[in-house]
């Protein structure tokens, strides 16, 4: 038996939604039509992991939440997200989806950068999101998901850097379900216009291991010519969470994404992290980490796809799978023909610990080129026991020598996540993951 | 603290059950150096191995007490914090983990909660027996065994050694694969261990380790048990007699395991 897929949400009930949130017209009308599409387009086909028995319809779309009035007023765990590094204060916080708390230094907004979250953004800025939103680099009617992402979207941030801008600090976005029972449809637009930088860090929370609810999440980033964006994720949503996940790139000539993700869930995931090189000399470089523990099943394709010329990309994916969780990771890399001289190395490497973790690693090549270089390396093992012995050996519990060796095996990567806000992060829920 | 005592008696191992030692028995207390010799193949490593609890070897008969304390009934993990240290002949490689961080996790299991090394502490033991054995800087921040040479590895298992201060070690020939300069500088490590407080079992197939490492008693192991035993001078007269006149004395044949007399 199949579940449900179909939200029970109507069409009056997004227009009340929308017109509550004040949004422009294309928007309203945009939402009408995607919960339309959704009612047709089919569940998106993860390879090889059967998603038709997840929980994606229940959860509470519209949770209200109090603003707060200091970093102060947030819990510990939360307070501790806000990096350390991160002294400018260009910060946004959402709590259950609504914006709580906002902070752009002078500096920056005197520049024409925008960073706010997505409501304020559409009502003041809604030309300019409109040219962004799912346009170029997502679509709604990819499936039904995206469709339904779009009709409910109650969340997500907006940044705009000008031509010529380059931004020093990091802006950071932390999305923090308090409510476990708070669906998110959190909707992230990364605009960097020519010649343009900046890091984005986002940090998605959630509690409560019994409840269920749903995170769809889009990220849509738009890298102009000679732009490099940099973005980090730390994602940790609690068991009950089903997560869908895109993060999408780009890339025009000559810019560069960089994406620095710890997907560290502890519910089902589906995820998907793809870069579209553009433009000719564009660059790509994604780096992800992940454990899977307990029952949870994730999917994760980490994918590049070449169209410019001398365009270079680079995958690193390294997962732990933990207990009886199972992982698909698929790896792709494609060069599409005209793509030439490009380079498109990629590598997956997978760590079980015991005998009922499952991990799959699919390195997939595609290319439609011949003046190419492409290379890929996958490997999937088993904790290897003379490791344990030896480290037992000095004395070490066998529980903490399994601890040190994941935190050794996820270090190459996580050692290279280009923010230092995340890589903290990261090693931090690592720690909690593995103990 | 007292001297312990390490008390092996008739230990049978097997390995995919094939039976590689067959009735072993020996006694190493504090303040003693104990050399095991013999032809490869006679059940040496395995001795070591069975000692530390590799997961690989099923210990059939006998009993291997440290004091008073039941070794074969302990995790490889409780073994070394009762006292025992084997550095081993291969030693792993464990990526991302940094040789400091691992030294520090392997001591702070000895200690109680609250009671860990500080970090201060910590690091100025490591810088000096890292001078001690000659080993650059680097190696603390270097990830553990990776890429090492064969004489690094040895090396960092005799500072591991000197870190961790044992009640009994076992070393699993630590002089294999080692010029002269290196077997020098990890015997300058042993010697330094020296006290009433620490026994140890040095296991070679060369007497040249024991040029610099004066055992106390030499043991010769064929076929799965030790059949003889002496001083000093049985590993001289060993070096320059080799070891045909010890099988022509039992009536050995063939010393490797597997072999009956």
């Known amino acids: 038996m199949s579940v449900d897929t179909k939200i029970a949400f109507d069409q009056d009930y997004i227009k009340s939604f929308s017109e509550r949130r004040q949004e422009p017209k294309w928007m309203e009308s945009l939402r009408l039509k995607a919960l339309e599409k959704s009612e047709n387009l089919p569940m998106p086909k993860p390879d090889k992991t059967k998603i038709d028995k997840w929980n994606f319809t229940s959860f509470k779309h519209d949770v209200p939440a109090d603003a707060i009035s200091s970093l102060d007023d947030l819990p510990k765990d939360v307070r501790e997200l806000v990096a350390k590094d991160q002294q400018s204060g260009n910060l946004l916080v959402h709590r259950n989806s609504t914006p709580v708390f ?16 997505i409501q304020t953004a559409l009502q003041e800025h809604g030309d300019l999101v409109e040219k962004y939103f799912m346009k170029d680099v997502m679509k709604v009617d990819e499936n039904r ?42 909707h992230v637009i990364i605009v960097a216009e020519d010649n343009s930088s900046v890091t984005y860090v986002e940090n998605y929370l959630s509690y409560g291991n019994d409840v269920e609810s749903v995170a769809n999440i889009i990220a849509e980033v738009h890298v102009g010519q000679n732009a490099r964006v940099t973005f980090g994720s730390v994602d940790n949503f ?62 994760f394709t980490n994918q590049i796809i070449h169209h410019g010329k001398n365009s270079e990309g680079m995958l690193l994916v390294h997962g732990v799978q933990k207990d009886s969780a199972s992982a698909i990771f698929n790896g792709v890399t494609k060069i599409e023909h005209g793509a030439a001289k490009s380079n498109g190395e990629q590598t997956q490497r997978v760590l079980m610990m015991n005998e009922k973790a499952r991990g799959d690693a699919n390195p997939i090549l595609l290319i439609d080129e011949d003046d190419v270089m492409a290379g890929h390396a996958a490997s999937v093992g088993k904790v290897d026991p003379i490791q344990l012995y030896y480290l037992q050996s000095r004395g070490i519990s066998r529980h903490e020598a399994e601890r040190l060796i994941i935190h050794g095996f996820l270090a190459p990567v996580i050692n290279e996540l280009p923010i230092e806000g995340v890589r903290k992060r990261a090693v931090e829920v690592t720690e909690g993951k593995v103990n | 603290m007292a001297a312990s005592t390490l008390k092996i008696e008739n230990l049978h191992v097997s390995i995919e059950g094939k039976e590689i030692l067959k009735g072993l028995n020996l006694e ?79 001591i702070n299991a000895r200690r109680e909660e609250g009671d860990e090394i500080s970090l201060m502490k910590f690091i100025k033991k490591l810088d000096k027996k890292m001078a001690e054995l000659d080993m650059g800087e680097e190696f603390a921040q270097r990830y553990l065994n990776e890429g090492f040479s064969g004489g690094e590895k040895k090396r960092n298992e005799i500072l591991q050694l000197m870190m961790l201060e044992p009640k009994i070690a076992v070393l699993d020939e630590i002089d294999s694969g080692l010029d002269i300069d290196a077997l020098k500088v990890v015997s300058k490590g042993v010697n330094a261990m020296r006290s009433d407080d620490f026994g140890c079992l040095i296991i070679t197939h060369y007497q ?18 030790i059949v003889k035993s002496g001083g000093a001078e049985l590993a001289q007269r060993l070096e320059s007699e080799g070891y045909d006149w010890i099988k022509q004395e039992l009536g050995i044949k063939d010393e490797t395991v597997g072999q009956e007399a």
């Open chain 2, 208 to 225: 040249r380790l024991l040029n610099y490492i004066t055992p106390d008693k030499v043991h010769v192991m064929m076929q799965g048990r």
């Open chain 1, 145 to 186: 998901l995206t469709a339904v992402h779009a009709a409910l979207l109650n969340g997500g941030t907006f940044l705009y850097v000008p031509r010529n801008v380059e931004v020093d600090v990091p802006v950071q976005a932390l999305y923090w379900q308090e409510d476990p029972e708070a669906g998110l449809f959190n």
């Open chain 1, 102 to 117: 906002h902070q752009l230094s002078e500096e920056l907004k005197e520049q024409g950068v925008i960073f706010i979250d």
């Open chain 1, 238 to 299: 609690a068991k009950g969470v089903t997560t869908y996940v895109n993060r999408r790139a780009n890339v025009a000539r000559d810019g560069k994404v960089d994406w620095a993700l710890a997907q560290m869930n502890d519910g089902n995931t589906v995820s998907t992290n793809t870069t579209h090189l553009i433009g000719d000399g564009s660059n790509a470089d994604s780096k992800t980490v992940t454990i899977g523990r307990g029952d949870q099943k994730q999917n």
């Open chain 2, 28 to 106: 190493i207390n504090g303040g003693e150096i104990h050399a095991v010799m013999g032809p490869n193949g006679t059940g040496k490593s395995t001795l070591a191995s069975a000692i530390m609890g590799h997961p690989k070897y099923e210990i059939t008969e006998g009993s291997v007490f440290l004091d008073n304390e039941d070794v074969l009934e302990m995790e490889v993990d409780e073994r070394a914090k009762a006292g025992l240290f084997l550095a081993m002949q291969y030693p792993s490689e464990v990526s991302g983990v940094t040789n400091a961080d691992f030294l520090r996790s392997a």
